[in-house]
């Protein structure tokens, strides 16, 4: 399982992030709080689906600042050629979004092995293998627990990000050195 969660990163990007917390409408409040709090290095994954194209531009552009201040990695969810006009050096969302289009570090949203394979057709650099738990963002979607989780991250190729109700105890539990999170980042243990 090694391969899977700390293959070599390709020259764009040296190192992944272990921790990436992902902006959502209801952490909007808390992003510069919480960019502050994580530890140096971590990444975000700024979506912010519910703003406007003019105050989501707007709102990345400063995170994005914020979060290159304190040495962590923003990527935006996009297609790669709308990351490149705004200036995003990472790019994610699902494999045909990011199949065409400059080159970015691109991180992947796949949740079954016929995914694992379409992201590794479009040169993904890391994917994320979600939910690994139940989550509110997708309530009554179902989990695919540790033992799903390991067993497709084993068939990735590329390292995996452990994404749906995860915290940092969990993503130690399942043995995920890299995880995201919308509400489980510094909420009640330290980040």
Partial sequence: MECCYNGAMPRRQ?????????SDARNDARLESLLARLPRGSGLIYRHYHLDPFRRRARFDRLAALARR????????????????WRARSVYGPAARLARGPA????VTVHSLAEIGAARRTRADAILLSPVFLTRSHPGARALGPLRFRL??????V????????????????GASHWAAIDGICDRQPC
């Fill in 70 to 85: 304190r040495g962590h990695l923003p990527a935006l969810a996009a297609d790669a050629r709308e990351a490149r006009r």
């Fill in 152 to 157: 497709l991250a084993q068939r990735a190729g």
């Fill in 14 to 22: 040296s190192t992944l992030p272990a921790i990436w917390l992902v």
């Fill in 104 to 107: 970015a570090l691109r991180l």
């Fill in 159 to 174: 390292p995996v990000i452990a994404l749906g109700g995860m915290n940092a105890a969990r993503a130690r539990r399942i």
